[in-house]
């Protein structure tokens, strides 16, 4: 069975009057079905391309995407992508903004519809159905910016520094929150960060890229000896230390 | 709800009482103004004739109304001052969202624009008297002239200014170009169609009095160019005084469109 991704000496530059600037090289990894990868490095290493790779906006220059075994382009990849910031739009209530993305492909059919309802309850946000989003707070907004890209249904789910717009109280607790969700969804996911307990505590395996331009330094696969794994609990099992000093250390040997 | 506090109260009261302050104050300097103005001219400092007086503006007015022609003058002006400014948004509109649509077409036409912009309008009404004669469709298209290279470069602007962030989210939610144009250009730029409005229509004010000044029969601005060339300084003064006032009603008519579009923004 082919792997969900899997990237083959991916390198990307980007062109400029004052000159190219090779933003990725050389980039190999394959992703399965369920897992979820974090990838980490110094700032300016490429990791939003990476995602714009992998979501079809840009065209790698070298090397090969392939999704389910077929190129790419060819594959039909249904990709949904979480950027920085929720992008929730002011002039539409929070009901309109999770359904932005079957209103533009032409899906609002009844069964998209239960099923963003369904989130929109499970995760509680259906009383501010028709509240702006405004009205809600951050951890809220992102869980709104969530669902209008899990209404999609996506075969895999990119996070771009998901919550780094959010203060640290709570960024922990959405971050556990958004976890779950994924899990729940058992979705496939790829979540870019600069925040190496934040890879450590929600990621099965850590890529962690060198500084620009973005090698793979490393992939180190992360286990803990637990049930019901939560990011919060992860924090605080034995293992995370030790991931966090092979981690930084890896950084450290790039930077 | 519970009763405010005391503090509450009275600032609530000083709040009303500085805003009441201000709005007497504005009030006061008109009055003061029409008076000074009035017993200038009744104590023959200054030459009534040529600078009229409230008085004498007041009976004009009367005596227009009376006769009715007042109202062909005014509703002229404001029909042509309407039409150009809904054209100029209509236009302005649909040549922006063109230019957003074709990146380098807008590069081409850049300088054009620019150009086009910076000149004064005034020198072309003449031009146009002749290529479309002195009738209506001039003096709109003389109003529209003054707003129209402005408002496309503003709107331009605008859309080429919005959220890069925000256009990306279209594109990874499946979207083409038209739905980046269609759920965020248009509905995030609606602040800068008002905005664009409000300088508009006292633009295409102007406009329509430079055209009904040399092509026109009808119309404030051919009021202002007929008495002064008979020495009726009390009409011209009218017509300027109804022009402020129109100006206002237009201005105001915009805020509310304003209040009623961005309580969402």
């Given at each position: 069975m082919n792997p969900l991704l899997e990237l083959s000496h991916v390198s990307y530059s980007y062109h400029e009057v004052n000159g190219e600037t090779?933003?990725?090289?050389?980039i190999s990894f394959t992703l399965e079905s369920g897992s979820f990868l974090a990838i980490v490095g110094?700032?300016?290493?490429?990791k939003s391309t990476l995602l714009s790779l992998i979501c079809g906006l840009l065209k790698p220059e070298d090397g090969s995407i392939a999704f389910r075994g077929k190129p790419l382009r060819e594959a039909g990849a249904n990709i949904g992508y979480m950027l920085q910031?929720?992008?929730?739009?002011?002039?539409?209530?929070v009901y309109s903004n999770v359904t932005l993305g079957l209103e533009i492909q032409k899906k609002l059919t009844p069964e998209h519809i239960s099923s963003v309802d369904a989130m929109l309850e499970t995760y509680g946000l259906s009383s501010f159905k028709?509240?702006?989003?405004?009205?809600?707070s951050g951890g809220m907004r992102q869980r709104a910016a969530l669902i209008r890209t899990l209404a999609l249904e996506p075969d895999l789910l990119l996070l771009d520094?998901?919550?780094?717009?959010?203060?640290y109280q709570t960024r922990l607790s959405v971050c556990d929150d958004i976890a779950a969700i994924i899990k729940k969804e058992e979705k496939t996911a790829i979540l870019v960060t600069h925040d190496l307990s934040e890879a450590i505590s929600m990621a099965d395996q850590v890529l962690v890229l060198s500084k620009?331009?973005?090698?793979?330094?490393r992939l180190v696969p992360v286990a803990f000896s637990?049930?019901?794994?939560?990011p919060m609990r992860s924090r605080n099992a034995p293992e995370f230390k030790d991931y966090f000093n092979l981690i930084w250390k890896e950084l450290n040997i790039s930077g | 709800m519970a009763e405010p506090s005391l503090a509450q109260q009275s600032f609530l009261e000083q709040r009303r009482r500085r805003l009441r302050a201000i709005t007497l104050a504005r009030i006061f300097i008109f009055l003061v103004f029409l008076l000074i103005w009035e017993m200038s001219a009744r104590l023959h400092l200054i030459d009534a004739f040529i600078f009229s007086s409230p008085s004498r503006v007041y009976n004009m007015f009367v005596s227009m109304i009376s006769d009715r022609s007042i109202f062909l003058h005014m509703g002229t002006t404001l029909t042509e001052t309407l039409l150009s400014f809904f054209l100029v948004f209509l236009f302005s509109l649909l040549i922006a969202v063109l230019l957003w649509l074709f990146h380098s077409l807008s590069r081409i036409l850049e300088p054009y624009l620019v150009v086009l912009n910076s000149l004064p309008k005034s020198a072309l009404a003449p031009l146009l008297i002749v290529w479309l004669g002195a009738n209506m469709k001039t003096i709109i298209v003389a109003g529209m002239s003054v707003a129209v290279f402005g408002s496309i470069l503003t709107i331009y602007t605008g859309f080429s200014e919005v959220d890069p962030e925000k256009v990306k989210l279209i594109y990874t939610l499946g979207g083409n170009k038209k739905d980046v144009l269609r759920k965020v250009v248009l509905p995030s730029s609606i602040p800068i169609f008002i905005n664009t409005m409000k300088v508009n229509i006292g633009l295409c004010l102007v406009g329509v009095v430079i055209g009904e000044f040399i092509?026109?029969?009808?119309?404030l601005g051919y009021l202002i160019i007929y008495g002064s060339q008979v020495f009726q300084l009390d009409m011209v003064l009218m017509s300027i005084v109804i022009l402020c006032v129109m100006a206002m009603i237009l201005y105001q008519g915009i805020n509310l469109v304003e209040k009623h579009c961005l309580k969402r923004f």
């Open positions: 090779l933003a990725l090289s050389d110094p700032s300016g290493c490429g910031k929720d992008h929730l739009f002011e002039w539409r209530t028709d509240a702006r989003p405004s009205q809600l520094e998901p919550f780094s717009a959010l203060d620009r331009p973005g090698r793979v330094q637990m049930e019901e794994r939560t | 092509g026109s029969r009808q119309g």
